[in-house]
């Protein structure tokens, strides 16, 4: 695995750029943290955007869905794609309106997305994204079996063209009679936490440790 990506015109961080970044420990961190990912294409009808799940695995990021998904259909064909995702830490107000913003780590990726066919590939992808979400989760359900592994589609995307780019801090320093303004200024932190599992109405099993 490479350190660190080329620098590509579509890559190329071009607004404030000190913000951006093209190492992979960076990029890698935002995206195994991030749950959705938001993926582009240009379909017929014109251009799209779609959330789904995620995972790295090495130097490939997976999405998966329906046989029948649209999307995923698209993509097989060997379109060009583009992969987003993004975790928002804090809400950053300034005194004034023009200087109000957030802090983020964003992630976009370009490429063309490439079926998965062989089995064993598929499964350890499916198993990845199901222990993406709660780790060991793959072990503690029951495994597709043929018919659901035949209905559901694999897509790789490899990880050659990427950039990563965040925000975080302060708002900008307010100049001048700005700083006489009788208004807060500062930032307000956002955390995404889970909660206490909630059972479904048929299970009766506690939650495992």
């Known amino acids: 695995m490479t350190t660190s990506l080329p620098i590509t015109d ?9 913000r951006g970044s093209h190492e992979r420990a960076q990029i890698d961190a935002i995206l195994d943290e991030a749950l959705i990912c938001h993926v582009g294409f240009a379909s ?3 251009p799209v955007v779609i959330p789904t799940t ?3 695995v090495g130097d490939h990021l997976y999405i998966h869905g329906s046989a029948a998904s649209h999307m995923l259909r698209s993509l097989a064909q060997g379109i060009e794609v583009s992969i987003c ?51 060991g989760r793959s072990a503690a359900c ?6 659901e592994l035949a209905a559901t589609s694999v897509l790789g995307l490899a990880i050659t063209e990427a950039s990563a780019k965040a925000r975080s801090g302060p708002p900008l ?4 009679s700005d700083l006489a303004l009788p208004y807060w ?19 009766t099993l506690p939650w495992p440790a």
């Open 85 to 135: 995702v993004t975790l928002l830490d804090a809400l950053v107000l300034s005194r004034t309106a023009f200087h109000h913003s957030v802090n983020y780590r964003s992630v976009v990726l370009f490429g063309t997305a490439t079926l998965v066919e062989d089995t064993p590939t598929k499964l350890a992808a499916l198993a990845a994204l199901i222990d993406r979400v709660v780790p």
């Open 10 to 18: 579509r890559t190329k961080v071009r607004r404030k750029p000190t």
């Open 185 to 203: 200024a500062g930032v307000i932190p956002l955390h995404s936490s889970r909660g206490t599992p909630i059972n479904a109405p048929d299970c």
């Open 173 to 176: 320093a307010d100049e001048g």
């Open 44 to 46: 017929e009808h014109g």
């Open 142 to 147: 029951r495994p597709p079996n043929d018919k």
């Open 54 to 56: 995620h995972v790295r």
